[in-house]
């Protein structure tokens, strides 16, 4: 039986989110000791590492929970766990393209300013120009 700082030092995760994961349903209750001590054994440990995983490759807390009831049910169709992940990966995907966009204006921005001077800074006068970055934000992203 581990405690909640071992286990919470073995999956890198911080004892206050293990006590969160609880309060919100992601982790069972743990059994305590007579002292009121919490004591996890394999099956938490594996379901916070789990999560934890989960989390690191973006999956939002409500994504985690379709996926731990999911896997809850061995006998059920892969297909919605496919559809998470293919949900995921579209997510991933915007934001990259969403990246992408941000770093081909900072080049740009970076590339025409040749000013020797800040009061000459392309780039300082790119970012006081709300207009364009209104009309930037109607824009959909490529």
């Given at each position: 039986m581990l405690s909640i700082g071992t286990l919470a030092k073995r999956t890198?995760?911080?004892?206050?989110?293990?006590?969160?994961y609880e309060q919100i349903g992601l982790m069972p209750e743990p059994g305590r000791t007579e002292g009121g001590?919490?004591?996890y054994g394999d099956v938490e440990l594996?379901?916070?590492a789990f999560?934890?995983?989960s989390r690191q490759l973006g999956f939002s807390l409500e994504a985690i929970r379709e996926l731990l009831d999911l896997s809850d049910s061995p006998e059920r169709s892969c297909a919605q766990v496919d559809a998470i992940a293919r949900r995921q990966l579209?997510?991933?995907?915007?934001?990259?393209?969403?990246?992408?966009?941000l770093r081909t204006e900072l080049q740009r921005m970076i590339g025409e300013c040749k000013a020797d001077r800040v009061a000459d800074c392309r780039i300082l006068e790119v970012l006081r120009d709300h207009e364009e970055c209104l009309a930037d934000?109607?824009?959909?992203?490529?």
């Open positions: 890198g995760t911080k004892v206050q989110t293990v006590r969160y001590q919490r004591r594996d379901r916070l999560i934890r995983h579209r997510e991933v995907e915007a934001r990259l393209a969403r990246l992408e966009a934000h109607d824009r959909p992203v490529a």
